[in-house]
């Protein structure tokens, strides 16, 4: 079996490549993102491999579709960058469900722990021997309320882990999770409550049409003043302009963004010694109380092995048994018409 691998980086490789040697997989690495420009480069393989910030369009999809490429297998949980409805029928599409939420809850309290205890300004301090600690006065977590939005599997493991600082934590989620609540510490809330009474907000659902712009002007107006906001989710859940201009009015305290809304041209690459044209983050990152990660959070060396692992299973899957439990399934006309009973 022979897979086209784009928007590769070294640190992708030695794991597929392992992986993929026991299983008889051979991965072809592109650096290139997947886009109409790039699909025929997946000409003769059974699939294409992509993360986050391929486009898997009706355009792409089509073209692998008349190239006779079978698979799309996402290497990472979400699926917002896949054309699902189109994909129904033409392509099979399998994903990562969880390799760690471990390292994505985790990365995020290393961002709120870096915010508000000043941590990226004492760094550089002690760095150029500045010892000096005015300007960085934080403040305990101990006592404070955190929002969680998204409780799957990444919101939970950041709520125990807020648990263990002794925070409360309100919850919002479309689903609530059974169990999570815990009548004490841990509740589930309205949106309108949990934006009143946060002190710290964290998004850990998906981008869909219900929460793009999640975090926007209206929202922001119902927050506590002083809120810090943490997104290690998709970066359309927040309106970046309204956070900025919510942070320039100091009616958010803090924000640590692990995800961009125009993240795609961007992250993952080096623009040092280049001219950043996104006026937004440049603006942002600027911001003393703002902590930019270029969706980082997922890169543990435990979250590479299991993604590895998983990608290569689901594909030796495919070509052993035709089918995988991590398929992706949209049928146009609604799950009850589909045949293969995998529909969302
Ligand atoms: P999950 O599927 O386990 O949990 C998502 C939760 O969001 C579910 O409980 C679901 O009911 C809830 N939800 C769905 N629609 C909602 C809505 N309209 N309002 C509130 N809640 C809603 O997903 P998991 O594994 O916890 O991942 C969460 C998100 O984290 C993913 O969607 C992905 O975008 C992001 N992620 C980011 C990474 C990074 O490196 N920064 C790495 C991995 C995931």
């Known amino acids: 079996m022979k897979i ?15 992986y993929g040697a026991e299983a008889g997989i051979e991965f072809k690495y592109y650096e290139t993102k997947l886009n109409p420009d790039t699909v025929d480069l997946a000409r003769g393989f059974d699939g294409v491999c992509v993360f986050v910030n391929d486009s898997v ?8 579709a008349e190239m006779g490429v079978g698979y799309v297998a996402l290497r990472c949980a979400g699926f917002n960058n896949v054309d699902m409805a189109h994909a129904h029928g033409r392509l099979h599409v399998f994903r990562v469900p969880a ?4 390292a994505v809850a985790e990365h995020a309290m290393a961002l709120l722990l870096t915010s508000v205890r000043r941590i990226h300004k004492a760094y550089i301090r002690t760095k150029d021997f500045n010892f000096s600690l005015n300007g960085l006065t934080g403040f305990d977590l101990h006592g404070k309320t955190v929002g969680i939005i998204g409780t799957g599997r990444i919101g939970r493991v950041f709520g125990d882990i807020c648990r263990g600082f002794g925070m409360k934590v309100l919850a919002y989620d479309k689903f609530p999770a059974p169990g999570f609540a815990d009548g004490e510490n841990v509740r589930y809330t309205t949106t309108d409550e949990l934006f009143a009474k946060s002190d710290i907000i964290s998004l850990h659902c998906p981008l869909t049409e219900e929460t793009y712009h999640l975090i926007g ?24 302009e309204a956070l900025l201009a919510a942070i320039k009015s100091r009616k958010v305290g803090g ?10 041209d961007l992250f993952f690459r080096d623009f040092s010694g280049h001219i950043l044209e996104d006026d ?5 990152i600027s911001m003393p109380n703002v902590i930019v990660t270029s969706h980082q959070a997922f890169l543990t060396e435990e979250a590479l092995d299991n993604i590895a ?11 052993d048994k035709g089918q995988c439990p991590n398929e992706l399934c949209y049928y146009p006309t609604g799950a009850a018409d589909c045949k293969n009973g995998k529909c969302f």
Request: hydrophobic share 40%; charged share 25%.
């Open 4 to 18: 086209a691998f784009f928007d590769t980086k070294p640190y992708d490789i030695p794991a597929f490549d392992r």
């Open 280 to 284: 937004t983050l440049a603006r942002l």
């Open 309 to 319: 692992a998983t990608t290569v299973g689901n594909l030796a899957a495919f070509r």
């Open 217 to 240: 002007k209206e929202n922001l107006e119902k927050c506590k003043t002083g809120v810090v906001i943490i997104n290690t989710s998709r970066g359309a859940l927040v309106d970046a």
């Open 255 to 264: 924000a640590c963004l692990d995800v961009y809304e125009e993240e795609s």
């Open 57 to 64: 369009t009706a355009p792409v999809i089509d073209r692998l």
């Open 99 to 102: 390799y760690s939420p471990y």
